[in-house]
């Protein structure tokens, strides 16, 4: 998983994992176009690393900021297929 904080303008201001080399950096496309648009919701992502992933995007509407949390798709399809089991 990969979660992350960016300001308005869709720059990361908090990331794990990779915090330091990421933070200030601009957010993938993908993801900046939400932000720049104010759209929240779910989307297919690539992370920085290469994985795809669903990302679930939202605002706070305190501090503008916005959250993004990158679920591999291994991971999701795994947990779909677990909670399908009797």
Same mark, same amino acid.
């Given at each position: 998983?990969?979660?992350?904080?960016?300001?308005?303008?869709? =720059?990361? $201001? @908090?990331?794990?994992?990779? &915090?330091?080399?990421? %933070?200030?950096?601009?957010? /993938?496309?993908?993801?900046?176009? =939400?932000? $720049? @648009?104010?759209?929240?919701? &779910?989307?297919?992502? %690539?992370?920085?690393?290469? /994985?795809?992933?669903?990302?679930?995007?939202?605002?706070?509407?305190?501090?503008?900021?916005?959250?993004?949390?990158?679920?591999?798709?291994?991971?999701?399809?795994?947990?779909?297929?677990?909670?399908?089991?009797?």
């Amino acid at each position: 998983w990969a979660a992350g904080v960016l300001d308005r303008s869709g =720059r990361i $201001v @908090a990331r794990v994992p990779d &915090a330091p080399g990421r %933070t200030g950096q601009l957010a /993938r496309e993908e993801v900046r176009a =939400r932000v $720049v @648009a104010g759209e929240e919701g &779910a989307f297919p992502v %690539t992370t920085f690393e290469g /994985r795809p992933s669903t990302a679930y995007v939202g605002r706070s509407p305190t501090y503008g900021w916005w959250f993004v949390i990158a679920v591999p798709e291994t991971v999701r399809r795994a947990t779909i297929a677990r909670a399908m089991l009797p």
